[in-house]
């Protein structure tokens, strides 16, 4: 990470991960810090993407709104998620001071009043909608949204994984009820959401899996053991297995005569980030993504 003004690297912060996919015309950065320094890191990671992407250019699969589409923060180590959200909305301040005419809405617990979700913010804001009225859009930080850079999503929530398992097939229809199927707001997973895209002639099952604090006493043994759990502050999170995502996935398309021809991690689980997370700052590798190869389950 470097401050663009005069090259100078950002203290205590890397770049563990970078992904990009051509057909979604996205690419996701994984960006780790201190509490103190990730703020002024994210802003100036995002005042670049600002400056070089035109959103009113966009054309791919995978739904967007802005041209830096989405800031999430999450806790790592030492840190609470109401810590997380007040650095969001810091954050979300900085951006439209730094870049006029930038637009941005606010989730989670940067979201202070409401504490409204992301998936529930993107649905009322129309991100999960093929075509997209820009100006009928009222974001919550800035004036009214621009074609070029349209409405960035800033805030901060238990950690997020991206799970892609892919289909061999292009039966973009079959895909999607594989994703109704596995998505928890229609009855499969906990704290899974999933669409189904066409990806490199394939179709791919993408997967953002959610941590959560809730989980029954009650559930078997078989049960508890589809959920990982990790500590934060104290604190008690789950998350649905990837590999238990990746079996449901592999059942449900065997019924319709369908293989998978593989499942990958887009970055990390809560766990490794933290490792890789405290090893990379630890040792100033600032650009840890140029020394990590390839994606993993």
């Known amino acids: 990470m470097y401050e663009s003004s005069n090259c100078q690297k950002h203290p205590d912060t890397a770049v563990l991960n970078v992904f990009s996919n051509y057909d979604y015309n996205r690419s996701v950065l994984t960006i780790v810090s201190t509490s103190e320094q990730i703020g002024r890191s994210v802003v100036s990671s995002c005042v670049e993407g600002f400056t ?8 791919g699969v995978h739904p967007c709104l802005g041209s830096i589409d989405l800031v999430p923060i999450y806790p790592l180590s030492g840190v609470t998620l109401e810590q997380c959200g007040n650095i969001a909305k810091g954050i979300a301040e900085e951006l439209v001071t730094q870049v006029p005419g930038c637009n941005l809405f606010l989730f989670g617990y940067a979201d202070i009043l409401d504490m409204r979700s992301l998936a529930d913010r993107r649905r009322s804001l129309g991100w999960f909608r093929k075509t997209l009225d820009v100006d009928s859009i009222e974001a919550d930080i800035g004036l009214k949204p621009s074609g070029k850079y349209g409405v960035t999503g800033v805030g901060a929530s238990p950690y997020v994984m991206n799970c892609n398992v892919t289909l061999d097939t292009q039966d973009l229809t079959s895909g999607k009820a594989i994703a109704t199927a596995i998505r928890e707001r229609t009855g499969g997973l906990k704290g899974v959401q999933a669409m189904a895209f066409p990806n490199k002639g394939q179709v791919e099952i993408a997967c953002n899996v959610e941590s959560f604090r809730d989980i029954s006493e009650n559930i078997s ?6 959920y990982i759990s990790y500590n934060i502050c104290e604190d008690t999170f789950f998350y649905t297995s990837p590999r238990h995502i990746e079996a449901e996935v592999q059942n449900l398309a065997s019924c319709r005569g369908i293989k998978t021809v593989g499942a990958a991690l887009v970055g990390f689980t809560p766990q490794e980030c933290r490792i890789t997370a405290e090893y990379a700052i630890s040792h100033g590798i600032h650009e840890f993504w140029k020394k990590r190869k390839g994606v993993s389950m």
């Not at 070089?52 to 054309?59: A, G, L, N, W």
């Not at 043994?221 to 589809?226: G, N, R, T």
């Open 52 to 59: 070089c992407i035109d959103h009113s250019r966009h054309d």
């Open 221 to 226: 043994e078989l049960e508890a053991a589809k």
